[in-house]
C-alpha cells in the first residue's frame, strides 16, 4: 500500500541547476497535485492535472513545469532554480469528485529542496 | 473565491487538557471541509471531514470538528490532549460540485504544542 510516493527526498542545487520531482501514486487516482509548503504560507498550490495528458496552474506555478504522460506519474521540473524556490515540495492525488465520493486528498512524504 | 483562515499560529495546551484548534471559512455554496495533520518531516494525514449530516464530525486519534454554518466555522477539538498530538494541523475547504472543478484550499497551519 504505498499511496503516493515521491523522489527525492532531499535535494541540494546551485543556482540555475535543473532538476525533475517524481510523483508516483498506485491509486488509480485520476487527479494529481504539486504543492509547495513554506513557513507561515501554508500550502499553495503550483500545478494539478486532472488526467493523463492534462495539466492547469495552480497559485503559483511561475518557473515551474510539469508533464503527465501516465496516468500514475506526475512530474515537476524547475528549470532554472532560484532561491526562492527552497521549499518542501508535496504531491497529493485524489479521485474525480463526485456525489458521495471521498473528496479528499492522499500526500506524499515530500521533497526537501534547498536553492544555494 | 474559496478560502480558509486559521486565525492562531500556535495553541498551547497542558497535556489532558481539551484542546481547540479554529478555522474559519469562505467558499459559494455547501462547503466541504477537512482536517489534516503533518508530524515533522512528515506529509500530511487525513483527520476528518464534514460533507454533509451531522455538524459534530468524529476522526482519527479522537479528533472532532463542528461545522457551524452560521459563523462560517470548523473548529477541531479533543477533550483531553495528549503530548503525541503536538503536530501543525491544516484546515481544508473545497466547493460542492458546481460544474467545474474547485480545488481543495488550505489554511496556513497552526501549530499545536502540548505541554506535560
Known amino acids: 500500500n504505498a499511496g503516493v510516493t515521491q523522489t527525492p527526498k532531499f535535494r541540494v542545487l546551485k543556482t540555475g541547476q535543473s532538476m525533475t520531482l517524481l510523483c508516483a501514486q498506485d491509486m488509480n487516482h485520476e487527479y494529481m497535485y504539486w504543492y509547495r509548503q513554506d513557513p507561515g504560507m501554508g500550502l499553495r498550490l503550483i500545478h494539478y492535472?486532472?488526467?493523463?495528458?492534462?495539466?492547469a496552474k495552480g497559485e503559483v506555478p511561475d518557473g515551474y513545469n510539469v508533464s503527465r504522460l501516465k496516468k500514475q506519474n506526475f512530474l515537476l521540473g524547475l528549470e532554472s532554480a532560484a532561491p526562492s524556490q527552497t521549499s518542501v515540495y508535496f504531491c497529493?492525488?485524489?479521485?474525480?469528485?463526485?456525489?458521495?465520493?471521498?473528496?479528499?486528498?492522499?500526500f506524499g512524504s515530500g521533497t526537501r529542496l534547498t536553492v544555494v | 473565491a474559496q478560502s480558509v483562515a486559521q486565525p492562531e499560529d500556535q495553541v498551547n495546551v497542558a497535556e489532558g487538557n481539551p484542546l481547540t484548534v479554529k478555522c474559519t471559512y469562505s467558499v459559494s455554496g455547501n462547503p466541504y471541509l477537512f482536517w489534516y495533520v503533518q508530524y515533522p518531516n512528515r506529509g500530511l494525514q487525513f483527520l476528518l471531514k464534514y460533507i454533509t449530516g451531522d455538524n459534530l464530525v468524529k476522526g482519527s486519534y479522537g479528533f472532532e470538528a463542528e461545522f457551524n454554518k452560521s459563523q462560517t466555522s470548523f473548529h477541531l477539538k479533543k477533550p483531553s490532549a495528549l503530548v503525541s498530538d503536538s503536530a501543525l494541523y491544516f484546515c481544508?475547504?473545497?466547493?460542492?460540485?458546481?460544474?467545474?472543478?474547485?480545488?481543495?484550499?488550505f489554511g496556513a497551519g497552526t501549530r499545536l504544542a502540548v505541554h506535560p
Open positions: 492535472s486532472v488526467g493523463e495528458g492534462t495539466t
Open positions: 497529493a492525488s485524489s479521485t474525480r469528485p463526485s456525489p458521495g465520493g471521498n473528496y479528499g486528498y492522499t
Open positions: 481544508a475547504v473545497r466547493g460542492a460540485l458546481s460544474g467545474g472543478y474547485n480545488k481543495l484550499i
